[in-house]
Every structure is written in C-alpha cells, then in structure tokens.
C-alpha cells in the first residue's frame, strides 16, 4: 500500500530564509509522481511542483525546489527566501502511473514566516 | 475565467437533509475527481470520474452518488446527511495521460456543515 508521510505537524521560519518542510513516501510501484500543495487559510489547494520518479534532476519553480532522494524514498519541499505569504499548510502526494489517477496525501505541514 | 469552480462555497443544513454540490471545469480536462478534507487537515480522495465513466469509487458510503452529466461537470449528492458528513469537499480536474506528471486543478472547496 502507498503511503505518505510528512513528520512535521508544523514550521516556524524567520521571513527571506529557506525552510525545508520533508516528506517521505512508500510504494512499490517503479513509476509514480510526487506533487506538492500549497494551502493557503482561504482554503484553496494552489499546485507547487512535480517530481517524477524517473527524472534525473531535482525540479525547481522559482523560489520552490524538490530535494528528490529515491533511495531514501523522500521527497523535501525547499522553499528559498520565506515571504509572509508562503505562510500555509503544505501537503506532498503522490500518484502512482496507472489508470487511477488518485493522489494520496500526507497530513500536511503548517508553515509560519514570520518577519 | 476560473479554471475550476464550485458551487455553493458553503453550505450548512440539518441531519437527514439531501444536498448537492456542483462542479465546473473549462481546462477541457477528460478526469474529475471529488476529495474530502476533514476537520484534521487529511484530504482523501472519494471518486474520480474520466469521460463520464466512474473509475474511482473509495469505499464511500452509498448516501453519497456522483454525476457526471458531461466531462467538464461532476456533482455530488448526499442523502440523509450526518454529522460526520462535516468537512470541506474538493473537486478536482485533471488530463489523463499516461505520464504521472499530469497536476490536478482543484476548485475553491465547498465547506459542508452538518447540524
């Protein structure tokens, strides 16, 4: 069964440094996708960035990269120079290739910047 | 031009009542999806539909039926409405594809209170 698994119930950064918020995954399926989800109090769920299971580099969206380690089975969300506005609950999912198309998800990581 | 929107925002009504609530997407996707999220946080998946055709059923309890009139509509009914029923449920879109890259757009979530 898959699983994912986010340790951290919440995290504090001081606004313009990096944070790390980690995630780690478990499936036995060779092909599968690793998502990131960002909500804001407002509610709604804004997509972050995509790793796949067969890409070679870490992905980066701007201020967001993946720290991708498929040995290890995680997946850490690295956000670079914290603004008030990254302030959120953060989930990591996972889709495995198939016809499902579901994505599990962890129980999220509350995120504080604070100035 | 709001990729996914749902219809109402809230909605707050008694045990036992029917409701439904309505979901739109114009990114021409072919897959919707319907999740909840609990007063933890924990989002899970319910149903996922592509062209109409139910393809994801999570064990949900028979009181709640989804419709897909069209592939860019997915409504959800409920019938006898419990209190457990409270939490806030998702629609979602998505390509189909065989690549797992394929992001899910999700709508603003409707917040269903159950009295």
């Known amino acids: 069964a898959q699983k994912i698994t986010q340790t951290q119930p919440g995290m504090f950064v001081q606004e313009k440094e990096a944070v790390t918020l980690d995630c780690t995954y478990d499936t036995s399926d060779p092909s599968y996708g690793l998502f990131w989800y960002k909500q804001p109090s407002s509610g709604e769920m804004i997509f972050l960035i995509y790793q796949g299971s067969y890409d070679q580099q870490n992905a980066t969206e701007g201020r967001y990269s993946l720290n991708f380690q498929k040995a290890r089975k995680s997946a850490n969300l690295v956000i670079s120079a914290s603004q008030l506005g990254d302030s959120a609950m953060y989930f990591c999912a996972m889709r495995e290739l198939g016809n499902t198309d579901k994505l599990i998800f962890g129980t999220g990581t509350r995120l504080q910047v604070f100035p | 031009d709001t990729a996914v929107s749902q219809t109402p925002k809230y909605l707050v009504t008694q045990m036992g009542n029917d409701k439904s609530i309505k979901c739109e997407q114009n990114?021409?996707?072919?897959?919707m999806y319907w999740y909840k999220q609990d007063s933890k946080k924990f989002l899970k998946i319910m149903f996922s539909?592509?062209?109409?055709?139910?393809?994801i059923n999570e064990t949900v309890p028979n009181r709640f039926s989804p419709k897909s009139p069209d592939k860019a509509h997915l409504n959800l009914h409920i019938n006898s409405l419990e209190l457990g029923d409270s939490a806030v449920y998702f629609c979602?879109?998505?390509?189909?594809?065989?690549?797992?890259?394929?992001?899910?757009?999700f709508g603003p979530g409707t917040r269903l209170t159950v009295t």
């Open positions: 539909y592509n062209n109409k055709e139910l393809i």
């Open positions: 990114l021409g996707h072919d897959t």
């Open positions: 979602a879109s998505s390509h189909t594809s065989s690549d797992s890259a394929n992001e899910q757009y």
